[in-house]
C-alpha cells in the first residue's frame, strides 16, 4: 500500500470545524495546519480587501495517510464540506519516518 501526503486549504472561518471532523476519525492518525496566505487569479473568491492586499487567508492542513485512506477522506470531505471551498492536492510520500537523536 502507497503512502501519500494530502493537502487540504480552506478558509479560516472552516478551520474549527474541519479540525474537529478530523480529530473525530479514527482512520486519521493526525494531522498538521498552519496560516498560509492564497495568490492566485480567482478573484471572485476573494474578499475587496484580499483583492487590494493580492492574497487571501487560508489554512493549510497536511495528512500522511496511505492512498487508500486519502481517497476515503477525500469522498467524506465530499459530502460533508460541499461548496466549503477547500482545496486539495494529493501527492505521493517517497519516505518517511521519525529521527531519533
Do not use: C
Not at 502507497?2 to 480552506?10: G, K, N, Q
Not at 498538521?32 to 478573484?43: D, M, N, Y
Not at 500522511?64 to 510520500?93: C, I, M, N, Q
Amino acid at each position: 500500500m502507497s503512502d501519500t501526503v494530502l493537502y487540504l486549504v480552506i478558509p479560516p472561518r472552516a478551520e474549527d470545524l474541519l479540525t474537529e471532523w478530523l480529530l473525530e476519525r479514527e482512520d486519521v492518525p493526525g494531522f498538521t495546519s498552519l496560516p498560509v496566505s492564497g495568490h492566485g487569479s480567482s478573484e471572485s473568491s476573494m474578499s475587496l480587501a484580499e483583492q487590494v492586499a493580492g492574497r487571501s487567508r487560508r489554512v493549510l492542513f497536511m495528512l500522511h495517510l496511505p492512498l487508500s485512506v486519502a481517497e476515503a477522506l477525500l469522498a467524506a470531505l465530499a459530502e460533508e464540506f460541499r461548496g466549503g471551498d477547500l482545496h486539495y492536492w494529493l501527492v505521493p510520500s517517497l519516505k518517511a519516518g521519525r529521527l531519533n537523536a
